[in-house]
Structures are given as C-alpha cells and as structure tokens.
C-alpha cells in the first residue's frame, strides 16, 4: 500500500532553519505531483508548496514564498521542503501529499490529492 513518511519536524527559534523530509513508498514517486500542507491549531489545512510531476520548480503560497523551498528526489522518492527564516506563525502539524499526474501542474485544494501522511510538528517559537 501506499505510504507517505515525513520527517524532520521540531522546536526551533524564530529566525531558524528546518528541513522537512517525506519518503513515498508503494508508488511510481516520478508519476506523482507532490505538496506539502499545513495544519495550526484551531485552523483549516492550507496549501503551503508543490512540486509538479513534470520537474521544474516549485510553486509557493505567498505566506512562505521566498522563505520555503520545495524540492523532489525522485531517485530517493523524496520531497524535501527546506524552510528558513521560520515565525512563529508558520507553527503548525506539515502534511505531505501525492497527487498522480493530471491536468493541474500545482494542485493547492485538499481534495486535489490522492494521498497523505501522518505529518509532522514543527513548532516556532519567539
């Protein structure tokens, strides 16, 4: 089955660097295009960045643009999302998720994407 496994969430300062990891198994991680979302507490998921199937770069919600970057190796069937001068704000549980190739180059809906993972916290504190 399908399996999505991030990694690398934790506390850090404001002003600080992470770099989340999400390992894909039990798909064709090429064929898929991949997202990373965020959930805070008391609030809705939200599309924070994707990375098409089709190679290129990545495309951003304007809250991390500039300050996040996506990135996919797909021959170690990993998305990264590196994530610098990180605010308090941008505290939330991160969600991978996968997307099999179709018309939409970044998907940013929920409903756009066939499968997720568990997620992990990243905390930033002031």
């Known amino acids: 089955q399908v399996q999505l496994v991030e990694s690398g969430g934790r506390l850090v300062q404001a002003g600080g660097s992470l770099r989340l990891s999400c390992t894909a198994s039990?798909?064709?991680?090429?064929?898929?295009?991949m997202g990373w979302f965020r959930q805070a507490p008391g609030k809705e998921r939200e599309f924070v960045a994707a990375f098409s199937w089709t190679g290129g770069s990545g495309y951003y919600a304007d809250s991390v643009k500039g300050r996040f970057t996506i990135s996919r190796d797909n021959a170690k069937n990993t998305v990264y999302l590196q994530m610098n001068s990180l605010k308090p704000e941008d505290t939330a549980v991160y969600y991978c998720?996968?997307?099999?190739?179709?018309?939409?180059?970044?998907?940013?809906?929920?409903?756009?994407?066939?499968?997720w993972g568990q997620g992990t916290q990243v905390t930033v504190s002031s």
């Open positions: 039990g798909l064709t991680f090429s064929s898929y295009t």
């Open positions: 998720a996968a997307k099999m190739f179709g018309s939409k180059r970044y998907p940013q809906e929920i409903y756009d994407y066939d499968y």
